[in-house]
């Protein structure tokens, strides 16, 4: 299998050992063009793997759905405490009349 | 800080990056932009075939001058679709439930017909403000109460989809409290939570809201432009 080393820039990551992880990330680059490149390979690759197929089910849009939902969750994690222990606070009288406006 | 009901509508920011660019993202990416084959995959024939039918349904009552408006205004519809239906999943955000947002929708596509109807045609655009068959003594001030009702229309276009989606969030929300607090004592809860499921169902007409949205849009297009 590895019969020649290849150079540490053109592994891919998931052939990437931990401890070579901070120099192969030092050798990506992060300008612009290259970002917008890689997000345009993995929403290609996502795209070509799981809904760009013959009989394509729920599945490819569903796992996209539920991460969106994983994230929006991580995003308003802080607020959602926030929530929580007001809830907790006063059960039966948590609200006050909204007096301020959207 | 004073925690109400409509605290569920602050945008989230995290390392200063507001949710809102990520809710406003997210409908492109459940499209597929191109692709080179003639067939392609069940989710996008799904898709094309609800973009055509919706197209084919909004056009079909506009002259030929007015579809060069046909794909902004397709394109507004399934943004809008996207974004309310993503909303109603767990804790997302919601950018059409912020009036700043829908009015700066409303306000430039409305002044947009005005304007192409002014420019092209301005005495039957003028003429659209007294209708037809009235008696001659109401004329002055039924053409105030027509320019009134052209004015109030972004108004009521931008208000509408921000009242309408906020009111069904908040009820989802307020239901859902008062579930989850009247848990300890059991024989409410489950009507309760019949109540709460008829709601999200209900909301679901967050898709019939679109519709109405651009309808409305079309109808004040097709008054324009037809004559």
């Known amino acids: 299998m590895a019969d020649r080393p290849v150079p540490l820039k053109d592994t891919r990551l998931p052939d990437v050992k931990l401890g070579q992880l901070p120099s192969w990330l030092a050798t990506r680059d992060f300008t612009p063009s290259g970002l917008t490149r890689a997000v345009r390979r993995g929403y290609d690759s996502y795209l070509n793997k799981y809904i760009n197929v013959k009989k394509g089910g729920i599945g490819g849009i569903a796992m996209v759905l539920f991460g969106y939902v994983v994230v929006s969750y991580i995003w308003n994690y802080e607020h959602l405490t926030m929530q929580v222990a007001a809830l907790d606070l006063d059960s039966a009288a948590g609200t006050t009349f909204p007096d301020e406006g959207i | 800080m004073n925690l109400t009901f409509f605290n569920q509508f602050t945008s989230p920011q995290i390392m200063g990056v507001p949710l809102i660019m990520l809710a406003l993202l997210a409908p492109s990416a459940m499209f597929q932009t191109q692709n080179n084959r003639w067939l392609t995959n069940r989710l996008s024939l799904l898709q094309l075939w609800m973009i055509n039918l919706f197209t ?3 056009m079909s009552p506009i002259s030929k001058t007015g579809y060069q408006w ?4 397709t394109s507004l519809m399934i943004m809008l679709l ?4 993503l909303g109603l999943l767990p ?3 919601t950018p059409t439930t912020q009036l700043s947002m829908n009015m700066g929708l409303a306000i430039p596509m409305w002044l947009a017909t005005v304007l192409t109807g002014l420019r092209n045609q301005p005495t039957a655009s003028l003429g659209h403000l007294l209708p037809e068959g009235t008696p001659n003594l109401l004329t002055p001030i039924l053409i105030i109460i027509e320019t009134i009702s052209l004015f109030i229309r972004p108004l009521a276009l931008g208000v509408r989809l921000t009242a309408n989606l906020t009111a069904g969030h908040l009820l989802i929300q307020l239901t859902s ?3 989850f607090t009247l848990l300890p004592t059991m024989p409410t809860l489950s009507m309760l939570t019949m109540v709460v499921l008829l709601l999200l169902s209900i909301l679901e007409l967050a898709v019939a809201m679109i519709q109405a949205y651009v309808f409305v849009l ?3 297009l097709y008054l324009q432009e037809n004559t």
Request: charged letters at 5%; a positive charge; hydrophobic letters at 55%.
């Open chain 2, 218 to 220: 079309l109808l004040s």
């Open chain 2, 177 to 179: 409290t008062a579930t």
């Open chain 2, 56 to 58: 084919k349904q909004l």
């Open chain 2, 82 to 85: 996207m974004i309310n239906l």
């Open chain 2, 70 to 73: 046909s794909i902004i205004l």
């Open chain 2, 91 to 93: 804790y997302t955000f």
